[in-house]
């Protein structure tokens, strides 16, 4: 069934399956500010809070003008692979990545394999049970061909007890996206 579907109707799929009320959303790739708006309503219907990570100003003073000045996000300039500095993020219901640049700016300033695999494995100890990471991947460009190679390596190894893992491609589509899915099953 999950084939039929395009990259953002699972995605909001998996988001609907997994937040729940009250949680606390993480966009660590806040870009244009498409899926922090979206959160952003979902976060208003379930009474979340909403924390916005990027590591350009532009991109966030984007996503805030979509969204407007509210209490209840916390816009961050920073990378997402120093998750462990911020201690509210914790038990956290939804990590989303949307990989790669932004797609009218420069190519350059991308998510980068090493830095997305640390952010990942972070994100992992800070999602609590039931709750997951929800992360579109694009092979169209060198650098995202190499996070996909990390993150499948990376998550291949994940203990089955704690994590369920999907990854789900669209083979036919230009930049051949990838939707990786990760829910937490337990603590171990
Ligand atoms: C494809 S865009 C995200 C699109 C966005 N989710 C949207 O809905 O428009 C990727 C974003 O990741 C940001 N980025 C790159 N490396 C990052 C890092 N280490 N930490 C946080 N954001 C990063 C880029 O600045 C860019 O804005």
């Given at each position: 069934?999950?084939?039929?579907?395009?990259?953002?109707?699972?995605?909001?799929?998996?988001?609907?399956?997994?937040?729940?009320?009250?949680?606390l959303l993480?966009?660590?790739?806040?870009?244009?500010?498409?899926?922090?708006?979206?959160?952003?309503?979902?976060a208003?219907?379930?009474?979340c809070r909403l924390i916005?990570?990027?590591?350009?100003?532009?991109?966030?003073?984007?996503?805030?003008?979509?969204?407007?000045?509210?209490?209840f996000?916390e816009?961050?300039?920073?990378?997402?692979?120093?998750?462990?500095?911020?201690?509210?993020?914790?038990?956290?219901?939804?990590?989303?990545?949307?990989?790669?640049?932004?797609?009218?700016?420069?190519?350059?300033?991308?998510?980068?394999?090493?830095?997305?695999?640390?952010?990942?494995?972070?994100?992992?100890?800070?999602?609590?049970?039931?709750?997951?990471?929800?992360?579109?991947?694009?092979?169209?460009?060198?650098?995202?061909?190499?996070?996909?190679?990390?993150?499948?390596?990376?998550?291949?190894?994940?203990?089955?007890?704690?994590?369920?893992?999907?990854?789900?491609?669209?083979?036919?589509?230009?930049?051949?996206?990838?939707?990786?899915?990760?829910?937490?099953?337990?603590?171990?």
């Amino acid at each position: 069934m999950y084939s039929l579907l395009g990259v953002h109707d699972l995605t909001k799929l998996f988001i609907h399956e997994v937040v729940q009320k009250g949680d606390l959303l993480v966009d660590a790739t806040v870009g244009n500010g498409h899926d922090t708006l979206f959160l952003f309503k979902l976060a208003q219907d379930l009474d979340c809070r909403l924390i916005g990570f990027d590591i350009q100003e532009e991109a966030l003073k984007i996503a805030q003008t979509k969204i407007g000045s509210n209490g209840f996000v916390e816009w961050i300039l920073d990378s997402h692979e120093k998750f462990d500095e911020y201690p509210q993020i914790r038990d956290v219901g939804l990590f989303i990545y949307n990989l790669g640049y932004l797609p009218t700016k420069s190519k350059h300033i991308t998510t980068m394999a090493e830095s997305t695999l640390h952010s990942v494995e972070k994100a992992l100890n800070r999602v609590r049970v039931g709750g997951g990471l929800a992360i579109t991947c694009y092979s169209g460009h060198p650098e995202g061909k190499r996070e996909i190679l990390a993150l499948e390596e990376f998550t291949k190894r994940l203990d089955p007890r704690a994590f369920s893992v999907s990854w789900t491609c669209w083979v036919n589509r230009q930049e051949c996206p990838r939707v990786l899915l990760i829910k937490k099953m337990k603590n171990l």
